[in-house]
């Protein structure tokens, strides 16, 4: 089973503050992805990453930034914090094949003060 | 269907009866397509896909159907489970782009006893 593993389930930090999440998978998948989930509406992609060091903005990018140094990892990067950052986070993972779903780690709820 | 706004549309099943829950896609073009399940506090969890040279496809107790014509995805699960208590939501892929992979808000469904 592919397994991606989010470092934090629950984060707390204040307005202003750098903010680091990050993920990893197991699966030498070549592509991976950070969303964030908020309710009503849907998933929406802040950054998506398809190798070592290569990144795509997604719809939402103002405000993070992204890192991925080798192949199973990749960190979302929050700048300054602000409270409208204060959301549910999710880590993708896919190959780079036609029809391979993502596959999600379980997420980290971020709150900023 | 999908949700407009804050509140996502509910299902109540009662257990044992089938379930169907719809997608309403907007992207003629778009070729595959993806249903996931996300469980309270947890990450998304893929459940089935579907490509457009298709019109069903069938899992474990699941079947996706997919209408090109009214561009309209429907995922049926066979013999509810109090389990299959979960936001349902799909996704659909606009082009070669995994960045334009695209997600609904989703369906509560609720499995009664």
């Known amino acids: 089973d592919v397994k991606v593993t989010q470092s934090s389930r629950y984060l707390v930090k204040r307005t202003g503050e750098k903010v680091f999440l990050e993920c990893v998978q197991d699966?030498?998948?070549?592509?991976m992805f950070w969303y964030r989930q908020d309710p009503g509406l849907g998933l929406r992609l802040i950054y998506f990453?398809?190798?070592?060091?290569?990144?795509e903005k997604g719809d939402i990018p103002e405000g993070y930034s992204v890192s991925r140094e080798k192949k199973e990892r990749f960190s979302l990067i929050l700048e300054s914090a602000s409270t409208n950052q204060t959301s549910m986070y999710l880590c993708?993972?896919?190959?780079?094949?036609?029809?391979?779903?993502?596959?999600f780690g379980n997420g980290t709820r971020l709150t900023v003060t | 269907g999908e949700s407009v706004g804050l509140h996502l549309p509910t299902l109540s099943v009662q257990e044992g009866d089938n379930s169907i829950i719809n997608c309403a896609y907007s992207?003629?073009?778009?070729?595959?397509f993806i249903w996931y399940k996300q469980e309270s506090g947890k990450g998304p969890q893929f459940i089935i896909d579907?490509?457009?040279?298709?019109d069903k496809r069938q899992g474990q107790r699941v079947t996706v159907l997919l209408n090109k014509t009214v561009k309209h995805l429907s995922l049926q699960i066979a013999a509810t489970q109090p389990g299959d208590s979960a936001v349902y939501f799909c996704?659909?892929?606009?082009?070669?782009?995994?960045?334009?992979?695209?997600f609904g808000a989703g369906t509560q469904v609720v499995v009664t006893p």
């Open positions: 993708a993972s896919n190959s780079d094949s036609y029809n391979s779903p993502l596959h």
């Open positions: 699966m030498d998948h070549e592509n």
């Open positions: 990453s398809y190798d070592v060091k290569m990144k």
């Open positions: 992207n003629s073009a778009s070729d595959y």
């Open positions: 579907i490509r457009s040279n298709m």
């Open positions: 996704a659909e892929k606009k082009g070669d782009s995994w960045g334009k992979l695209q």
